[in-house]
């Protein structure tokens, strides 16, 4: 009470004349203070000239600052399995915040004829996670004189994220492909490397508009209607509706899709446009 006092006392002597101090993270600041009717003129609004000094963080009140690896640069992946394909698509947008950094990059990598990875996420790590793969792939290939399967590839894939798992690379994968039945492949993922075969997946800032859909047209899941097998061609236009769906609610997904079709006898590819905004 007595420290109060002497403030009210404090402030009460100075008139107005100096400034209350308010402290930021943009330096000092002052209020002027009056008690009395006739210290509210012009001469009591004069500040002390130190509280219109803006120090900017360099000595008095130092800002809070936080470095991070990681960008996410947004983007939407699918992936769904047929009986003797598979269709993995993303779009082509790449973003920063609320800049378009790019309206024409792939997500999509293909690393066999039979087998193509999906990814959304930071751009770099992306790159740097496609890098690995491919050394590997390589390496794989002079070895044993054959390319990969797909069930050995989404292993080679969930040990490299797991391999990363203290400094996890920024990427939201799905594998798509064919396997050594000929039957479709699908293989959803977390950030280090768990993994399991499903019926369809997606990943990336779309990923909450797709698995509902996909949930009830994919895998049928309530509903009273007899499932039946989808062609790829059918399997394609659903894949783009999603994408329109997707796109009308996530700022991160849109300019165009990028559809491949796998099957027993290579990659298809298609690319259907997608709003710009």
Do not use: W
């Amino acid at each position: 009470m007595a420290s109060l006092m002497s403030a009210q006392q404090a402030v009460k002597a100075r008139n107005g004349q100096f400034a209350l101090p308010v402290h930021s993270s943009e330096g000092s600041a002052g209020i002027p203070v009056a008690f009395d009717a006739a210290a509210a003129g012009p001469s009591s609004a004069a500040a002390d000239p130190r509280s219109d000094h803006i120090d900017h963080g360099v000595t008095q009140a130092p800002y809070e600052r936080r470095f991070s690896p990681y960008e996410f640069n947004g983007g939407t992946t699918l992936a769904i399995s047929g009986p003797d394909y598979a269709v993995v698509a993303a779009d082509t947008r790449l973003s920063s915040g609320y800049e378009i950094l790019s309206r024409n990059v792939t997500k999509l990598h293909p690393l066999t004829d039979k087998c193509v990875l999906g990814s959304a996420g930071c751009k770099t790590d992306i790159d740097q996670l496609r890098s690995v793969l491919d050394i590997k792939m390589k390496v794989y290939e002079h070895n044993h004189r054959k390319p990969m399967s797909t069930p050995s590839v989404a292993q080679m894939l969930g040990n490299t994220l797991y391999y990363k798992r203290f400094f996890p690379y920024y990427s939201f994968n799905v594998l798509a492909g064919i396997d050594s039945e000929g039957k479709g492949a699908v293989y959803s993922y977390d950030a280090i490397g768990s993994f399991e075969r499903t019926p369809f997946s997606a990943s990336g800032s779309g990923q909450s508009f797709l698995i509902p859909l996909m949930d009830n047209v994919i895998s049928h899941k309530n509903r009273n209607d007899e499932k039946r097998q989808l062609p790829s061609d059918e399997v394609v236009e659903i894949v783009k509706d999603a994408f329109v769906t997707a796109g009308e609610r996530d700022i991160y997904t849109g300019d165009a899709v990028e559809i491949m079709v796998i099957t027993k006898d290579g990659i298809k590819t298609e690319t259907f446009k997608l709003k710009a905004d």
